[in-house]
């Protein structure tokens, strides 16, 4: 929905496992940036007109066959170009450069030394770290382009052109291990490009109500409200756009947390008088899932059954045409490959879960935000904090925190043993200091004494991770005493539980969620 704004950059993704990263680092500085694929036609860029282009790093080699090559006449387009990692070697390979591999491979952090304090090192130490990801390296340089740091092992680090505004950097600015890098990108888009800084949760409104208005004319939306922050945000979006035009649906399938429903009619109906309804589903779903183990395919069948019963619900609510969704940046990026040669991790329910038969024209206004642009959002619309700030949830719900089959007796003692976590991370006031907090249920159970009496029961898995957008995480190194009172309670309280374990794996290698 969002279109690109005044001064915006665009991302051209050459397969970098840090193109995410680039594009959230430039809105830290309130500059719109949009990702598309490395062959981007000439036409389409034009007729975004970016402020500037940055060329993601990629995995391959410039020199290697079948290997990602862009439109070399990007570089005639008189727009300020910044090359990074792989990026740089194909601007150097296009432009009459040349690049080699390497005899000895670059990774991880790495001395630099600044040798020209060009536009884009303006105000930097002339000696500091960077990461560098790469097995390649440039021997030659284009004509008219000057060389302007260099390391120990990479003589070539970064170059310039002044004139035509070309820049190309070896290493990673986006990733925090560099030093500067928040700076280099800073002074690319401000000395360079000469960005302004417009980019914020105001414009967004205006923008996206703009868009929405003009896409649905006088036709009705239907939302998928599961009650997370991110349906709830386009719902509040979407009603501050077009109002009663606008009908909520809330589904219980069965998958949800703990009093999830009567919260839901509590902000959206009471307080917010949207027009809401809702569906009990919860059979129709579970003998769908029965004895379905495969999170893929538990991905799918939860996405098909959504849109079907949506259909089945939008022709008894008159000629609705339009489905609102809260899928976000991350959903996309993860679930396929929109923007480039970037592996698939897995299937988010609000992209890939969608069958081609779906009748309904999909509304999705928060699919350009990360998450904590989400919350800005929210906060904007004047969502309440419980709804803000809440942990994110996953779009299948239960049935990816239940490792192997679904019945009613893990739902329930999952539902209540995520209901403790929550609640005893907001009882030692440490909810809002972590990105996401649940509890998983494992496949196996293991034996227990209770009472003097020997239990065979469930083990559950604890998750808690920081993270700034989703597309990184490390987990929470909780304290004791608070991991103690959840296991205690879980164990003594939830019936068929009696094993609590803590999983401490970062994102990478691991994702947050376990399916």
Not at 19 to 38: C, D
Not at 65 to 86: E, M, R, T
Not at 355 to 376: A, W
């Amino acid at each position: 929905m969002c279109q690109m704004s005044k001064d915006a950059i665009l991302i051209l993704d050459f397969g970098s496992q840090y193109t995410q990263l680039i594009a959230r680092r430039i809105r830290e500085h309130k500059v719109y940036s949009k990702i598309l694929p490395y062959n981007t036609s000439i036409s389409e860029i034009k007729k975004l007109k970016p402020k500037g282009i940055i060329l993601s790093g990629g995995p391959a080699s410039v020199y290697d066959k079948k290997v990602p090559h862009g439109d070399s006449h990007i570089f005639k387009l008189n727009i300020p170009i910044l090359a990074i990692c792989y990026g740089m070697q194909w601007m150097v390979y296009a432009l009459g450069g040349n690049v080699v591999q390497a005899d000895k491979h670059e990774y991880g952090r790495t001395s630099i030394e600044i040798l020209d304090s060009s536009k884009l090192f303006r105000s930097i130490k002339n000696k500091f770290f960077v990461w560098m990801s790469h097995g390649d390296y440039i021997t030659e340089i284009p004509a008219d382009f000057e060389v302007t740091a260099q390391t120990s092992n990479t003589p070539v680090a970064s170059i310039a052109n002044k004139a035509k505004n070309l820049y190309g950097v070896q290493f990673h600015p986006e990733v925090t291990h560099t030093n500067y890098g928040k700076k280099i990108i800073e002074n690319y888009l401000h000395n360079v490009c000469n960005c302004t800084a417009n980019w914020n949760m105001k414009s967004f409104i205006e923008s996206s109500c703009e868009n929405i208005k003009k896409t649905v004319g006088k036709e009705k939306i239907l939302c998928a409200l599961s009650g997370g922050v991110d349906s709830s945000t386009a719902a509040a979006l979407a009603h501050k756009a077009i109002g009663d035009q606008l009908i909520c649906m809330f589904i219980d399938n069965g998958l949800l947390r703990k009093n999830e429903l009567e919260r839901v009619i509590e902000i959206f109906q009471k307080n917010f008088h949207i027009n809401l309804d809702y569906v009990d589903a919860k059979n129709r779903f579970l003998e769908k899932l029965n004895n379905v183990v495969d999170p893929e395919e538990k991905r799918k069948i939860i996405g098909n059954e959504f849109i079907a019963v949506f259909e089945e619900e939008a022709s008894k609510l008159g000629n609705i045409k339009f489905l609102a969704q809260g899928t976000l940046y991350p959903d996309v990026i993860e679930s396929v490959s929109i923007k480039g040669p970037s592996a698939t991790i897995k299937t988010h329910h609000n992209v890939g879960g969608l069958p081609s038969t779906m009748k309904l024209k999909l509304i999705e206004p928060l699919r350009d935000l990360f998450k904590d642009e989400v919350r800005l959002l929210a906060k904007e619309l004047g969502l309440p904090d419980e709804i803000v700030w809440q942990h994110p949830f996953p779009g299948p719900g239960l049935a990816v925190r239940i490792i192997g089959a679904i019945t009613e007796e893990r739902l329930d003692i999952l539902r209540e043993s995520d209901y403790i976590v929550q609640e005893e991370i907001k009882n030692y006031k440490l909810y809002r200091n972590i990105w996401q907090s649940f509890a998983v249920l494992l496949p196996v159970k293991t034996v227990g004494v209770m009472g003097d009496k020997r239990t065979y029961e469930y083990v559950i898995g604890l998750r808690a991770v920081h993270s700034h957008d989703g597309m990184t995480a490390d987990w929470v190194k909780l304290p004791y005493e608070i991991l103690d009172k959840i296991a205690n309670r879980i164990i003594n309280e939830v019936m068929g539980a009696n094993r609590v374990v803590y999983d401490i794996t970062s994102k990478p290698p691991g994702t947050i969620e376990w399916e």
